[in-house]
């Protein structure tokens, strides 16, 4: 079932994207589609057993930058993103509050270095191999792979959702919030200095 829903969502993005984008330019009501969009996406994808976040990340095949007019396309993004940024972000990083447990930060300090050595390591190697395919340089690569750790709302989110669904206990979902913001960090630190010498 959730195999055929990615399938169905997919075909469909990529067939109605160019017919909603024109829509979405000469009637003028691009945020109001993509709005409309993303929450349908949400209770289907909630309706079928996935967490509604997944029906809204995908409701991006819908909307696509290459295949409709730039000025709309800033348009729709500085709204959502005034949106996101402005009131729901700031809501759902204080909501994560409520439920971290700032001792399980003592109790398994050795776990806590590994999971966020790893997530860093992974994105750096992971982003490097694909690069390297790209012929890019090696500072390049790496500048990518770091530029990956800055990704630390997607990991809250998917921890959040596991912390509800009692995948995961307290502990575990304070130390994979402490990896998102710690990552985060890191990234915007390293990416500064490696960035001058790349355009040095």
């Keep these: 079932m959730l195999s055929i829903f990615f399938v169905v969502v997919i075909f469909l993005g990529l067939k109605t994207s160019k017919f909603l984008n024109r829509i979405i330019y000469f009637g003028n009501k691009g945020f109001t589609v993509t709005l409309i969009i993303a929450l349908l996406m949400g209770l289907i994808a909630e309706a079928i057993g996935l967490h509604m976040i997944i029906g809204a990340f995908m409701a991006g095949l819908f909307i696509q930058e290459e295949v409709i007019d730039k000025k709309v396309f800033n348009k729709i993004e500085d709204r959502v993103y005034g949106l996101s ?8 990083f204080a909501s994560l509050a409520f439920y971290l447990d700032l001792t399980a930060f003592t109790k398994a300090p050795l776990f806590l270095i590994a999971i966020i050595a790893v997530a860093i390591l992974c994105k750096i190697i992971g982003s490097g191999i694909a690069t390297k ?7 390049e690569s790496l500048i990518i792979g770091l530029a990956m750790n800055n990704r630390g709302a997607t990991e809250l989110i998917i921890a959040t959702i596991g912390f509800q669904m009692g995948i995961i206990d307290k502990n575990i979902f304070s130390i994979l919030v402490l990896m998102a913001f710690a990552t985060t960090v890191f990234s915007i630190l390293t ?5 001058k010498k790349l355009n040095n």
């Design 191 to 195: 990416i500064s200095s490696l960035a």
């Design 85 to 92: 940024y402005g009131f729901f972000g700031p809501v759902f």
């Design 133 to 139: 395919i790209l012929k890019l340089k090696d500072i």
